[in-house]
Nanobody, 129 residues
Framework: QVQLVESGGGLVPAGGSLRLSCAAS????????MGWFRQVPGKEREFVAA????????YYSDSVKGRFTISRDNAKNTVYLQMDSLKPEDTAVYYC??????????????????????WGQGAQVNVSS
């Protein structure tokens, strides 16, 4: 059974930084990609960032590009989201997601929820103005 455990959420003033971590565990789990999505009450969950587990491909939503950085530690099956220059509109519950299937031929799929079979419980991020 695969488990994703997130950590690092909290409250930060606008302009500040936070780093989220997500560790994937499971006896034989080997991800092909991991990503972050976020959701605010009353809105649909939206894509934030994703990273392939092989190579150097990363993907970002336009709203976080240049401010957030996704990275991974293959040995620990852990993905990180470094969030800098945070804005109040970044306030949301952030969900970690993992994919264990084959690599997609197109980059678009890594930004879609259906690409990921495993999800964390969510980490609350609050950015005060």
């Amino acid at each position: 059974q695969v488990q994703l455990v997130e950590s690092g959420g909290g409250l930060v003033p606008a302009g500040g930084s936070l780093r989220l971590s997500c560790a994937a565990s499971g006896r034989t789990f080997s991800p092909s990609a991991m990503g972050w999505f976020r959701q605010v009450p009353g809105k649909e969950r939206e894509f934030v960032a994703a990273i392939k587990w092989s190579g150097s491909s990363t993907y970002y939503s336009d709203s976080v590009k240049g401010r957030f950085t996704i990275s991974r530690d293959n040995a620990k099956n852990t993905v990180y989201l470094q969030m800098d220059s945070l804005k109040p509109e970044d306030t949301a519950v952030y969900y970690c997601a993992a994919r264990a299937g084959a690599y997609y031929s197109g980059d678009y799929y890594y930004t879609q929820e259906y690409a990921y079979a495993y999800w964390g419980q969510g980490a609350q991020v609050n950015v005060s103005s």
